[in-house]
Every structure is written in C-alpha cells, then in structure tokens.
C-alpha cells in the first residue's frame, strides 16, 4: 500500500504488519545492527519498495538488484551480498531454529501494511475483502493462519556474542 498504488488500486483492510529487516547469513557476517552494515552490499529486489526503502535509507550505496528474495539468498552464498533487505514477514521464511539465518530488524523505518489490491471503484468486491477479513478475525482462523506459517519468530537470539577481534 503506498500513495502511488493508492492512485490506481484500491485497497482492502491490511491483513498484514511487519518492519523492514535484513536476512543476513550468520555463518558468514554476523553484524549485530544496521549500522554494522553501512556501506556493504545489501541485495534487495529490484524496482520493489524494498528497493526504494533501502535507497531511502542511505545505509548503503552497493545495492545488489535482485529479482527474488531467494536470488538474493544466492549473492549471499556467492560472497556478493552480505544481507538481503525485505519486509520482515517475507525474510522471516527463511530463518530456522538453530539454523545460519536470523533478522536484523530495522528500527528506524516505519511499519509497513499489507492489503489486497483491488480494481478501483470494484466497492462490492472491497467489502466482500474486508468482511471476510473480518469474519477470519473474530473467529481465530487469521491467528491459527499466521501462526502455521510464521512458525519461528526470525529473531537473532541465536546470534553469537561478539567475540574480542569483532568489538570494535
């Protein structure tokens, strides 16, 4: 959902809130916050709002323009990238317990929403939308959705303590 989208689509109630986050690969960089990652290569989906927020950002001008989050998994793996940035809710797939993933949360940067986009003027497909987002609400079907497929929570409480040699 953003002012330029909101010119040609209409919206639905969001069904999702997440931060903006990077996915970072723990068995190769461990930085403990975005300042650690000023000025390296960051993947981010090109021509996305993931783009632009990271341009916004001015962390870093070595964007690595990828076409899917799993493509920026894969300049990680091949030393080109040392995060990929997204919304947290998409990068939070990635991350396992116990495994070399975990999130670095953007604390500076707004919440994003996620809503259907939909025809403009189609006002009885939009109620519809929003009714049964409602109805998936109130009934407890949205928590037992989020919680199959949000299973781990993405956090980096994995994350290894900075040792002497990385304290700066």
Known sequence: ??????????????????????????S???????AELRGKPIAAQ???????????????DKIVPV?????????MEQGNAVAVYDVESVLKTYVQPGGKY??????KS???QTAFAI??????LKTKIDRGLDKIHADGTYQKILQ??????GSNTDLPAASAAETP
């Not at 989208?5 to 069904?15: A, G, I, T, V, W």
């Not at 199959?148 to 929570?153: I, M, P, V």
């Open 1 to 26: 959902m953003t002012p330029e989208r909101s010119e040609k689509y209409d919206f639905s109630k969001p069904y999702l809130e997440s931060s903006w986050a990077v996915l970072v690969d723990g």
């Open 28 to 34: 190769k960089h461990k930085p403990k916050s975005f």
């Open 46 to 60: 090109q021509s996305t709002t993931s783009e632009s927020q990271l341009k916004s950002l001015n962390l870093t």
């Open 67 to 75: 076409q899917t989050i799993y493509l920026g998994k894969a300049q």
């Open 102 to 107: 975990y999130l670095l949360p953007d604390d």
């Open 110 to 112: 707004a919440k994003i």
């Open 119 to 124: 025809v403009k003027g189609n006002t009885m």
């Open 148 to 153: 199959h497929w949000q299973q781990n929570n």
